[in-house]
């Protein structure tokens, strides 16, 4: 015989399953009508393979919008904490000295203007 506590147990690990099959199917759902869509427009980014999915951070409302999207052939996703390590691997990203040492620039700055809002 179960205990209440098992019964209890079981039911919270049920309800747990079925939010996340309704959750996944949400994503897929989404991600169906992304491909779907690229296909129709005949965009070439459709064909790579490459797409990112997401359940989606919550709105005011406390609802998360999951959503899909392609990734493009020359991008990619990385870290910010690997990202250091990515630019300096032999044959890894290559930007523009031109581009690099502006981004670098203008957080820089952010980051230097945050700072001073905070020591006022």
């Known amino acids: 015989m179960l ?10 690990g049920a309800e747990r399953i079925r ?3 309704d959750r996944s199917a ?3 759902a989404v991600a169906a009508c992304t491909v779907f869509e690229a296909l129709l427009r005949g965009d070439d980014a459709s ?4 797409w990112r999915f997401g359940l989606g951070m919550p709105d005011r409302e406390g609802s998360a919008k999951p959503w899909a999207m392609t ?3 020359r991008d990619m996703v990385v870290s910010m904490e690997e990202l250091p390590r990515r630019l ?7 930007p523009s ?6 981004a670098c620039n203008q957080r820089l700055a952010q980051r230097m203007a945050y700072g001073a809002s905070r020591a006022t």
């Open 3 to 12: 205990g209440r506590e098992d019964a209890q147990g079981r039911a919270a």
């Open 47 to 50: 064909r790579q393979g490459r």
């Open 88 to 94: 300096l691997e032999p044959n890894g990203m290559m």
């Open 26 to 28: 949400e994503v897929a």
């Open 97 to 102: 000295n031109k581009e690099l040492a502006s």
């Open 19 to 21: 939010q996340a099959y």
């Open 71 to 73: 990734i493009g052939n």
